[in-house]
Nanobody
Framework: QVQLVESGGGLVQPGGSLTLSCAGS??????????MGWYRQAPGGQRDLVAEITREGTTTYADSVKGRFTVSMDNTQNTVYLQMGSLKLEDAAVYFC??????????????????WGKGTLVTVSS
């Protein structure tokens, strides 16, 4: 079973920085994650994309975090990082790690399935 384990959440003041990490693991299988990223969900809100990165290094960011957040991925460790800077009150949310796991169907054709972490809380408050 594939697991994504997040770490790094916590309390930070407005204007501060925080780095989240998410490591993917699966016992006994050759795990390949084609894309990893972060979503966030504030109380009463929906889960929205924050940033994601492919194994090739292509990144996508939500407009609200461009220039403040940086996503990076260590392919060899199936780990994704989210460096968050200039944090704002509206960045407070539960941050969920997401990954697309590479699989092959019965005909050997590649496909992906989504995997989610359990989330880590980021609180921005003075």
């Amino acid at each position: 079973q594939v697991q994504l384990v997040e770490s790094g959440g916590g309390l930070v003041q407005p204007g501060g920085s925080l780095t989240l990490s998410c490591a993917g693991s699966a016992a006994g299988i050759n795990l390949i994650l084609t894309k990893m990223g972060w979503y966030r969900q504030a109380p009463g809100g929906q889960r929205d994309l924050v940033a994601e990165i492919t194994r090739e290094g292509t990144t996508t960011y939500a407009d609200s975090v461009k220039g403040r957040f940086t996503v990076s991925m260590d392919n060899t460790q199936n780990t994704v990082y989210l460096q968050m800077g200039s944090l704002k009150l509206e960045d407070a949310a539960v941050y969920f790690c997401h990954a697309d796991r590479l699989i092959y169907d019965t005909r050997g054709r590649p496909d992906t399935i989504p995997v989610w972490g359990k989330g880590t809380l980021v609180t921005v408050s003075s």
